[in-house]
T-cell receptor, first 118, second 115 residues
Framework: AQTVTQSQPEMSVQEAETVTLSCTYDTSESNYYLFWYKQPPSRQMILVIRQEAYKQQNATENRFSVNFQKAAKSFSLKISDSQLGDTAMYFCAFMKLYPGGNTGKLIFGQGTTLQVKP | EAGVVQSPRYKIIEKKQPVAFWCNPISGHNTLYWYLQNLGQGPELLIRYENEEAVDDSQLPKDRFSAERLKGVDSTLKIQPAELGDSAVYLC?????????????FGPGTRLTVL
């Protein structure tokens, strides 16, 4: 069974600084996807960034980037130039594709609460 | 484009009462998911629909939980009877099975409190 572990329950960062959230996962699959989702207090889960396991290049989305280490099964999220609006709970998620399908089951980590301080 | 709509946003009931949650996915999304999110935890899949067919309900406690997705559009998740341990947020998500690893779009969730 796949598992996702986020070892940092809470983190804080000063506005405009950089912060890295850690995530490790366990799987025997070779083809899968990894995601970081953001969940602010409003509870709306929002996709931050996605990484395909077959791609060696790390994904980036504006201020958000990942460090994907497939052999180590590590998938960390770096937030540059942190903003107050980045305050939220961040979930790392693993997607195992359903056989023959184009989608899959998301397995989430426990989450990391990030507080951006002014 | 409207997002995933869920209602109600909050529900408080006494234990042993029935409760139902409603979800309307994004138009055109053929896949619909119900997740359970306990306080301070990540969501866990309860059931997944492809169109009107439940294709993964292995995590759904079938003794008290049921779900339906008539006509492959909106969906209802029901609990009968509710127990204290069912207090949680119930999230609905949808996706379009058009490309690999496609994004699941989440609704705002329904927070259930069982007294």
């Amino acid at each position: 069974a796949q598992t996702v572990t986020q070892s940092q329950p809470e983190m804080s960062v000063q506005e405009a600084e950089t912060v890295t959230l850690s995530c490790t996962y366990d799987t025997s699959e070779s083809n899968y996807y990894l995601f970081w989702y953001k969940q602010p207090p409003s509870r709306q889960m929002i996709l931050v960034i996605r990484q395909e396991a077959y791609k060696q290049q790390n994904a980036t989305e504006n201020r958000f980037s990942v460090n994907f280490q497939k052999a180590a099964k590590s998938f960390s999220l770096k937030i540059s130039d942190s903003q107050l609006g980045d305050t939220a709970m961040y979930f790392c998620a693993f997607m195992k594709l359903y056989p023959g399908g184009n989608t899959g089951k998301l397995i989430f980590g426990q989450g990391t609460t990030l507080q951006v301080k002014p | 484009e409207a997002g995933v709509v869920q209602s109600p946003r909050y529900k408080i009931i006494e234990k042993k009462q029935p409760v139902a949650f409603w979800c309307n996915p994004i138009s055109g999304h053929n896949t619909l998911y119900w997740y359970l999110q306990n306080l301070g935890q990540g969501p866990e899949l309860l059931i997944r629909y492809e169109n009107e067919e439940a294709v993964d309900d292995s995590q759904l406690p079938k003794d008290r939980f049921s779900a339906e997705r008539l006509k492959g559009v909106d969906s209802t998740l029901k609990i009968q009877p509710a127990e204290l341990g069912d207090s949680a947020v119930y999230l609905c998500a949808s996706s379009f099975d058009g490309y690999r690893g496609n994004e699941q779009f989440f609704g705002p969730g329904t927070r259930l409190t069982v007294l």
